[in-house]
């Protein structure tokens, strides 16, 4: 597989066609030390007019007179700033492609600045858009005006400055940056293959895909290198390292045992995916050993793509669910105040991607059951199940009393949206104690629900209200003097206590996003996930 990025210089791209330096040619440079250039004499603006097609460009151009730009110091700073794209995971290959051999110089010239508005607004709100790439994607987006910025910067000479400005200058960004130019530079020289998946394997076990287990925790640093599988004896058994007081011998294969070293290893990787930390090799920790320094560097482009489509300066007050982690941030007043694992939408239920605040808490709320619910899982199930479960038939649609049996729980976060999606609590409390939290049919199951209910309510003076509503054992809502934003994001990578962490992949949706961004690579496998209960 080839590297992420097509790393070719961004002033060989744009120099292309425009003849050598020092040189006479239509569109020659100007002793650019290698930069793109224009000569601006050769571009008049009724050629610049008949050149340009882009409406963003033609309202630049219209800014300026028609008066081209990309000459000396200003041609420089966009060649500069064009090869920064890739500490960006961007390729900047796509946006120089007006700009090529052959062109006229007014062609080049209004390529150039197409070029330069195409970058920026992949840097401020991404590459790809979302909203396009997914059934539902409601997200507050990151909104930017690049044809008056650009005109801006070329006046102020800061090109290259303005440009940087527009992508996240938050901390998790510049670390997600810093870990992908890490990974993608182990990638240029990586060679492995991939793990199958198989049985477990625990501390102890002889497996034949140990050597590779041990191979795969060396290459991410989670295994010393010192730390090599023992050559197997003849009865089978581990030999330990004592090299020097063994005689000579032609090299055997490697052990197939998994050593406490490898499951202290294997530990750490968990613990960085978000699986349960035993030390065992389950088909999860094997998709996760699978990913090496080629496929984290593509997971780390991608999320660094997610961050540039969101807004930069989020509520202060919010909520934010990571729906690939399935783990829920309560942000106040800038600080996080809470975390809690949730559960969220399975695979063909995924909880989608929206922005959608909580307007009110409802305890003991009953559940009005949606009809796709109600004719696949729920009336197959006979009168004596829906009886014993307080379902009934109210004005022709199956509702659920309200209850702690109920499939809400004790508590609604209601929001709103048309897609009806929510937070809630629920009685099956096993579930947030495992690993995969993709379980439900997209709604978000929060835990300890009432507990969280009771933190928000008490943060918006309405403690009091909501503990009286909750003992009535009656369904009653208690509104909020100020609505809370919620965000549902999906973040297969993110910054978490000082380091950058991975999560599986469950809803395939990082392959949906790097197969739009153009960014080859291996499409991660599914781990199976649980199935469904009624619950919404």
């Known amino acids: 597989m080839r590297k992420l990025l097509v790393c070719v210089s961004a002033a060989a791209l744009l120099v292309a066609g425009c003849g050598q330096s020092g040189g006479s040619s239509e569109g020659g440079s100007g002793g650019g030390g290698g930069a793109a250039q224009v000569n601006a004499e050769q571009v008049t603006p009724e050629a610049l007019k008949a050149a340009v097609t882009d409406e963003r460009v033609k309202r630049f151009y219209e800014g300026r007179g028609w008066a081209a730009v990309w000459s000396g110091d200003k041609a420089a700073e966009l060649t500069a700033a064009l090869g920064d794209a890739q500490t960006h995971a961007i390729n900047p290959d796509s946006y120089l492609k007006n700009a090529k051999e052959g062109a ?32 539902v994607y409601e997200v507050k987006r990151n ?117 406490a070293a490898m499951a202290e290893g294997v530990k750490k990787v968990q613990a960085d995916y978000g699986i349960k930390a035993d030390g065992v090799i389950g088909n999860a920790t094997i998709e996760a050993l699978n990913t090496g320094a080629r496929e984290r560097a593509r997971i780390l482009a991608v999320n660094l793509e997610r961050r540039r489509w969101l807004e930069r300066a989020p509520a202060q007050t919010r909520i934010d669910v990571n729906t690939a982690a399935a783990e829920l941030y309560y942000v106040r007043d800038g600080q996080l105040a809470n975390r809690r694992n949730v559960v969220v939408g399975q695979p ?132 909020l003097p100020q609505q809370i934003p919620v965000r549902l994001l999906y973040h297969s990578a993110y910054f978490d206590a000082g380091k950058v962490v991975f999560r599986t992949d469950p809803y395939a949706w990082d392959d949906k996003v790097a197969q739009a961004m153009g960014l080859p690579g291996q499409i991660r496998p599914r781990v199976a996930t649980h199935v469904a209960d009624v619950g919404p």
């Open 143 to 259: 909104q930017v005006d690049v044809v008056a910025g650009l005109g801006q910067a070329v006046e102020s000479g800061g090109v290259r400055a303005w440009l940087a400005g527009l992508a996240p200058q938050d901390e998790e960004y510049k670390a997600l940056q810093q870990a992908y130019a890490g990974y993608a530079k182990q990638a240029a020289g990586e060679q492995r293959q991939a793990i199958p998946a198989g049985d477990k394997i625990e501390r102890g076990d002889k497996d034949p895909r140990v050597p590779a287990i041990a191979a795969a925790l060396r290459a991410n640093g989670y295994l010393a290198s010192s730390e090599q599988a023992a050559p197997e004896a003849g009865d089978g058994k581990i030999v330990g390292k004592a090299k020097a007081a063994q005689p000579k011998q032609a090299a055997t294969a490697p052990s197939t045992t998994f050593t």
């Open 104 to 135: 006229s110089a007014a062609e080049r010239e209004a390529g150039l600045t197409l070029a330069a508005l195409d970058y920026a607004q992949a840097l401020s709100s991404g590459v790809v858009d979302p909203a396009k790439l997914f059934e």
């Open 348 to 479: 063909e239920w995924e909880t989608p991607a929206l922005s959608s605040p909580i307007v009110r808490l409802v305890a003991n709320p009953p559940w009005n059951i949606p009809d796709s619910i109600a004719e696949e899982e729920i009336k197959p199930k006979g009168a004596a199940y829906m009886a014993k479960e307080n379902i009934s038939l109210e004005n022709g649609r199956l509702v659920q009393k309200g209850g702690p049996k109920s499939a809400l729980g004790l508590v609604k976060f209601d929001m709103t949206n048309k897609h009806a999606i929510y937070l809630h609590d629920t009685p099956a409390k096993a579930l947030f104690g495992t690993t995969d939290r993709h379980s439900s049919h997209g709604c978000v199951r929060v835990q300890d629900a009432v507990g969280f209910a009771r933190l928000l309510a008490k943060d918006e003076g309405q403690l009091e209200a909501f503990d009286k509503g909750l003992a009535t054992n009656k369904e009653t809502s208690i509104s």
